[in-house]
């Protein structure tokens, strides 16, 4: 089946530094991935749609200046995250949708600020 | 917006019982997709139903889409230790976006 990677799956940063996490396709080209944030015990949020070639489109309520998203390639996008503050922590998940509309989630990223 | 609701929030069976968790979707959509997730894992694929009253069955798990396209349930029967996790419901909608349910947190005595 089709495969997703992200890297790093763990970081640990200090307050104010930014953290770039990626989120690659293995095996098939994707056009759209997408970013979710997940908090302890709650649902997955989409945080934004990433479009290859094209700037990213954000939900209501998350920062694009904050949360900086380029997907260069069909099978890489990152997602940055700039200044990065304690509330920042949570786990960071893409996912990428092949041709037939079958989406694949990666298996995360969890994100520490101190 | 779109919102996906999905209840209860969590339940306790013993081991053999049956479960089920129900989602809600307030608008009509193309496809619905449910997810298991481990504690400290991801959210892993489990099927996808796109038909209007499609049921599907994978083993002892049941999953069955409305007529109207806006609820969706997930059965399982004979729960096993195995089964523990927690299910999320994912709802296509018009702008092709996935809209994830709240999610059941499921917990087995064996």
């Known amino acids: 089946g089709a495969v997703v990677s992200q890297h790093p799956s763990r970081v640990i940063c200090k307050s104010g530094t930014s953290v770039k996490i990626e989120c690659r396709s293995l095996?098939?080209?994707?056009?759209?991935m997408f970013w979710y944030r997940q908090f302890p015990k709650q649902s997955l949020m989409l945080m934004a749609t990433s479009n290859e070639g094209s700037k990213a489109t954000y939900e209501q309520g998350v920062e694009k200046d904050k949360f900086l998203i380029n997907h260069a390639s069909l099978t890489l996008s990152t997602l940055t995250v700039a200044s990065a503050h304690p509330e920042d922590s949570s786990f960071y998940i893409c996912s990428a949708r092949d041709s037939r509309g079958e989406q694949y989630f990666g298996p995360g990223t969890r994100l520490t600020v101190t | 917006g779109q919102q996906v609701m999905q209840i209860p929030q969590y339940q306790h069976v013993q081991e053999g019982e049956d479960f089920t968790t129900y989602c809600n979707s307030s608008t009509t959509l193309s496809n619905i997709q449910w997810y298991k997730q481990r504690p400290g894992g991801h959210p892993v694929f489990l099927i996808q139903l796109v038909k209007s009253g499609e049921v599907k069955k994978q083993k002892r798990l049941t999953f069955q889409f409305g007529e109207a396209k806006k609820n969706s349930s997930l059965h399982i029967t004979a729960t096993q230790t195995t089964d523990v996790g927690t299910y999320f419901c994912?709802?296509?909608?018009?702008?092709?976006?996935?809209?994830f349910g709240s999610g059941t947190r499921l917990l087995v005595r064996p």
């Open positions: 095996d098939f080209q994707a056009t759209t």
């Open positions: 994912a709802g296509l909608g018009s702008s092709y976006k996935l809209i």
